[in-house]
């Protein structure tokens, strides 16, 4: 609310005098006709020289849970308070900052960067935090619950890497970057393995022993792979990392196998059109030997110039 200003005569003395009526948690900022700032707190009747300029202002209210930041304009300086209390400030404060302490649950944490000398720390929940003047605030930051087979690949300020395993809480250091956010293992079985790219040597490896496989710290997974398992009338065609063509049929000893680092498997398109004319195409890696039956439609025409349709069926097999 505003104070109620009046003017005051003394007839008797011809002196002309200004006051005011200020409520609870109301204060007068007086600005005298020399430039000297004062204050009046409420509530009662305050009175003043004509000359001075006044503003009322109420007093800092906090409530639990809040704080405001106040500066004093003579020396720069800064302070909080926080609530529940009620604050009067002086003439030369003034706040540049108010708002709700962070209230952290178990599963939170944030990042506190101190404005006056630059140091940084974190603040992990359950906590009720309240800033202090130069603090600066990061968003709120969700800590890391990792099961068994989850892990956290973290570079540090110095750009070293280490990898945290699960089960475990995880909170990195204020200034770490988790790389990738929460990763899974591999379950490495009998149909499945792991190529793994060794970053710091640039080798590629491949990893089949059995287990979970959490790769270390300067190991990236590449792919999964399944094992490729042949039937006896089936063969595969792999091209090595030479350029060497292995073919692999399901009636020798090769019948089941992972396809090695830096190998590829030879794929052809084949047509299943009826014509032929590549309109449809199935993708074949596993050649099946055995006898298939197909049907073949094609246009001819006689000596005498009489167009003719031919439709074959025929069977057919893979000999080499």
Request: glycine content about 8%; aromatic content about 10%.
């Amino acid at each position: 609310s505003k104070a109620t200003v009046s003017v005051l005569y003394c007839l008797n003395k011809n002196i002309k005098m200004c006051f005011s009526c200020l409520e609870e948690n109301e204060q007068l900022l007086i600005t005298s006709c020399n430039g000297e700032r004062s204050v009046e707190n409420g509530p009662g009747v305050m009175c003043y020289g004509p000359c001075s300029s006044t503003e009322s202002r109420g007093a800092l209210v906090l409530g639990t849970g809040e704080y405001s930041i106040v500066m004093n304009d003579e020396f720069g300086s800064k302070k909080s308070f926080y609530g529940p209390s009620v604050v009067w400030m002086n003439e030369r404060e003034a706040v540049v900052h108010s708002g709700t302490c962070p209230n952290l649950t178990a599963q939170q944490y944030i990042t506190i960067t101190d404005g006056e000398n630059g140091t940084v720390k974190n603040i992990v929940g359950p906590s009720l935090f309240k800033p202090g003047p130069y603090d600066e605030i990061s968003p709120y930051k969700k800590v890391y619950n990792l099961a068994k087979n989850e892990y956290l690949r973290i570079k540090d300020q110095e750009g070293k890497l280490r990898i945290e395993v699960g089960e475990q809480r995880v909170v990195p250091d204020p200034l770490e970057e988790v790389i990738g956010g929460v990763q899974c293992g591999v379950n490495v079985d009998e149909h499945h393995c792991v190529l793994v790219r060794n970053t710091d040597t640039g080798s590629l490896v491949q990893i089949s022993q059995l287990g979970l496989f959490i790769p270390s710290k300067y190991q990236e997974i590449v792919e999964v792979q399944e094992k490729i398992i042949l039937e006896e009338y089936q063969t595969v065609v792999y091209k090595d990392k030479t350029g060497k063509f292995i073919y692999a049929r399901g009636d020798s000893e090769l019948r089941n196998f992972f396809l090695p680092p830096f190998c590829e498997i030879v794929k052809q398109e084949w047509s299943t059109d009826l014509r032929k004319e590549h309109t449809s195409v199935d993708l074949v890696w596993k050649f099946d030997r055995r006898p298939s039956y197909m049907n073949y439609e094609f246009n001819c025409r006689t000596v005498d110039n009489v167009e003719l349709c031919v439709d074959v069926s025929f069977f057919w097999s893979i000999i080499d």
